[in-house]
């Protein structure tokens, strides 16, 4: 089965500027997670939906930060404006289960993350 | 609240020496935790998981951790390094209650391999 995807790989910004990023995570899932991975550091959850609504976004810097998954299935996350220390790797994720259910089925599976650069 | 103390940011083998990566954690509840391995440029991969059945956990590529409640323990181990295990790995703690499902992941251990 095909893994997450996420585009684009890599992108360069100026600081105040905004970008957008892309996950479509893999067919079924029904959960989805943004993680911000900055640099020697883990991933820290920023948003997390169960279909197309939010389960959990208390880590997301609600003034900048911006995600959607409109019909429970891609999703987006946004930055305007982009600051210096939004420098990371965005990381998607997404499971085959909500917020019940077996323990075996809480694997997360990780796309390639998206690598931000603001200068 | 959950969260994951990895100790030791860098760790260096030689091939073929044990490899162990040290992860202590903090739950409120019974945990779950898991272990991930980062290759450069790329996402996380899953090694193995605890989800409170056997205390020995086997993953892939050769790669166990032992669940020690008493010392809050969940250390990885490898009997034997191999050059490709080269990469960062990630322990991580699962939550509950209304973020059930999320990780809280430690800060990594880069793994480095001599030959």
């Known amino acids: 089965e095909a893994g997450v995807a996420q585009s684009p790989r890599y992108k360069i910004i100026e600081k105040r500027q905004s970008v957008a990023f892309w996950c479509n995570p893999i067919s079924g899932h029904a959960t989805l997670y943004w993680y911000q991975q900055i640099l020697g550091q883990g991933p820290k959850l920023l948003i997390q939906?169960?279909?197309?609504?939010?389960?959990?976004d208390s880590q997301l810097p609600k003034d900048r930060f911006s995600a959607e998954r409109l019909k429970g299935v891609d999703s987006t996350l946004k930055i305007q404006p982009a600051k210096l220390e939004d420098s990371a790797v965005y990381l998607c994720a997404s499971t085959s289960t909500g917020t019940s259910g077996g323990a075996g089925s809480y694997e997360q599976y990780f796309g390639p993350g998206t690598r931000l650069t603001v200068t | 609240a959950q969260s994951v103390t990895q100790l030791g940011s860098h760790v260096s083998v030689s091939e073929g020496a044990l490899v162990l990566l040290r992860c202590n954690y903090s739950s409120s509840v019974p945990p779950y935790l898991f272990w991930y391995v980062q290759y450069p440029n790329q996402g996380l991969q899953l090694l193995l998981k605890?989800?409170?059945?056997?205390?020995l956990v086997k993953g892939i590529n050769g790669f166990e951790a032992e669940f020690k409640k008493s010392e809050t323990s969940f250390h990885l181990t490898k009997p034997s390094a191999h050059m490709s295990d080269a990469a960062e790995y990630f322990c991580?703690?699962?939550?509950?209650?209304?973020?059930?499902?999320?990780?809280?992941f430690g800060q990594g251990t880069i793994l480095t391999v001599h030959p």
């Open positions: 605890y989800t409170s059945a056997a205390t």
């Open positions: 991580a703690v699962r939550g509950g209650g209304t973020s059930y499902g999320k990780l809280t």
């Open positions: 939906f169960q279909n197309n609504g939010v389960v959990d």
